[in-house]
């Protein structure tokens, strides 16, 4: 059967709206004269921007409302930002495309383009992520950190204001927003397990609708976030998992390295293993057993305790 009307579900934030735009507008160039309606959703996660996401409830936040409305039938796909997604997907739904990976770093933004190394001492450092806290505070142990929610134009401003001397972003979603952000560099931590893909979620019974996505859909981005979500499913990741994963495809090898810390970064396990790009899921899984033996069930055993 032919479609040629679509519903796009996102979150109405600036970010989401530039990148399922791009989304939106490449599959338009692949299907002419295809229609594509877009419904923006506020979800749980836009509402809170006073605490942390691992105080409230963590992932789910930015997506449950937006897996509602695909479930209810009310939109034909969803596009996400990867990294917001649980490690389970509600029963019914799947990713059914996954695009081409951006940039997956993250960056540090100073009015003056510093690197870590060159900030001053006991510089603030604006950031909601407890990953990229505790990943720099391995690089410079002097860093305060403080809460930095909201879009990423409300970030830059409190930045241009003073309230930080540096806050961290996502390269990929700089790229998506067409900043040309000189003062970004990049800093040497892994990135949260999915940075930088976009998932394209449809309910899994619609098959006619995923061959329709298929042109847009990159086999190397799926590979890498099949490992890398398969080693957050394990550790039962989640926002108040201290938890870097990053599979980086070189030929048909996959290299996948992982983060792992304790909430106060007392515990730090640092890994990773190589394999065939044939079995991202093994690999993961080896990966994972690697982590148990350095300790990393005592380090859930913490994050349980102190959730």
């Known amino acids: 059967m032919t479609r040629n009307r679509l519903v796009m579900g996102t979150r109405g934030s600036p970010l989401a709206s530039a ?3 791009l989304f939106a507008d490449a599959l338009r160039a692949v299907h002419p004269g295809l229609e594509i309606e877009v419904k923006k959703i506020t979800t749980s996660g836009d509402k809170i921007q006073n605490r942390f996401l691992s105080e409230v409830g963590g992932k789910g936040l930015f997506v449950k409302e937006i897996e509602d ?21 509600p029963e019914g739904l799947e990713i059914g495309c996954y695009p081409e990976r951006r940039n997956p770093r993250d960056v540090l933004i100073s009015l003056g383009g510093l690197s870590y190394q060159d900030l001053p001492v006991k510089a603030r450092i604006g950031t ?10 391995r690089l410079r142990s002097d860093f305060r950190f403080e809460l930095l929610r909201g879009n990423i134009d409300t970030r830059m401003r409190r930045l241009d204001e003073g309230t930080f001397d ?13 900043l040309d952000v000189k003062n970004a560099v990049e800093i040497p931590i892994l990135p949260a397990p999915g940075q930088g893909t976009l998932a394209i979620e449809i309910r899994s019974a619609d098959a006619a609708l995923k061959n329709l996505l298929s042109p847009l859909h990159h086999d190397a981005t799926e590979l890498a976030s099949l490992a890398e979500r398969r080693v957050m499913r394990e550790l039962g990741g989640s926002c108040n998992l201290p938890l870097g994963a990053y599979g980086e495809i070189q030929g048909d090898e996959m290299n996948l390295s992982v983060f792992l ?7 730090v396990i640092e890994t990773s293993r190589k394999g065939s790009c044939e079995n991202p899921l093994g690999l993961a899984d080896v990966l ?6 350095l300790g990393g069930r005592k380090i859930l055993d913490a994050i349980q305790k102190n959730s």
Not at 70 to 82: N, P, T
Not at 261 to 267: H, N
Not at 288 to 293: K, L, Q, S
């Open 128 to 137: 909601s992520s407890l990953r990229r806290r505790l990943q720099l505070a």
């Open 19 to 21: 990148q399922s735009g």
């Open 261 to 267: 810390a304790s909430p106060e970064g007392a515990q």
């Open 288 to 293: 994972v057993e690697e982590v148990w033996r």
């Open 166 to 178: 540096a806050i961290v972003l996502a390269r990929a979603g700089l790229e998506r927003l067409g």
């Open 69 to 89: 409305a695909l479930l209810g039938d009310e939109i034909d796909f969803a596009v996400h930002s990867l990294k917001d997604m649980p490690a389970v997907l």
